[in-house]
Nanobody, 122 residues
């Protein structure tokens, strides 16, 4: 069973940085690709980044490429999202998810966390 819990969200000024974490309390974390998605008020949940089970392959949404970095530590059952050069447009609830493939397709991910709020002030 996969149980995902995000942390690290908060309020930050534009241009600042945050590091999100997503921990899995289960025993199969390293078997899954992991993804980060976000949902702003009134908008659909959108893909942000994803990483393979080994950490050797990752993909990013065009809107965050070069600013965000996804990584994972399988020994700690944790995936991270380092977010730099934040803008107000990055304000959203950020969700981590586990699935079989490194893809941007939301429906491919089987397990989801509850989300953590990120607010970027101008």
């Amino acid at each position: 069973q996969v149980q995902l819990v995000e942390s690290g969200g908060g309020l930050v000024q534009a241009g600042g940085s945050l590091r999100l974490s997503c921990a899995d309390s289960g025993r199969t974390f390293s078997a899954f690709a992991m993804g980060w998605f976000r949902q702003a008020p009134g908008k659909e949940r959108e893909f942000v980044a994803a990483i393979s089970w080994s950490g050797s392959n990752d993909i990013y949404a065009d809107s965050v490429g070069g600013r965000f970095t996804i990584s994972r530590d399988n020994a700690k059952n944790t995936v991270f999202l380092q977010m730099n050069s934040l803008t107000p447009e990055d304000t959203a609830v950020y969700y981590c998810a586990a699935g079989p493939l490194v893809v941007a397709t939301r429906g491919t991910y089987k397990y989801w966390g509850q989300g953590t709020q990120v607010t970027v002030s101008s």
